[in-house]
């Protein structure tokens, strides 16, 4: 079982009426023992990408969507406070 897998992240934002797409498409997996870095420029989606892995994104204004995003076997999607809180 994989660490952490996403696949096809999208994550937008609404403001003022209008929704702005800050993460298009992100995928990867990270194996057990793995390291992965994550390199850009300001403003990429780095810390985006990551912040929806977790769940610490505020839906609204976020709008949080891929076809998988699990974190240690638990789809961050789904799971309920209660099981997030319990990991």
């Known amino acids: 079982m994989s660490l952490l897998e996403i696949e096809n992240l999208t994550v937008s934002f609404r403001q ?22 994550i390199v850009g420029e300001s ?18 204004p976020a709008i ?8 240690d076997g638990v789809d961050m999607l789904s799971a309920d406070r209660k099981t997030l809180w319990r990991r």
């Open 64 to 71: 949080v969507r891929a076809d998988r995003l699990r974190l």
């Open 16 to 37: 003022s009426g209008k929704t702005i797409d800050a993460v298009r498409g992100v995928s990867l997996r990270v194996e057990p023992g793995e390291s992965l870095g």
């Open 43 to 60: 403003g990429s989606g780095k810390s985006v990408s990551c912040m929806a892995a977790l769940r610490l994104l505020r839906e609204p």
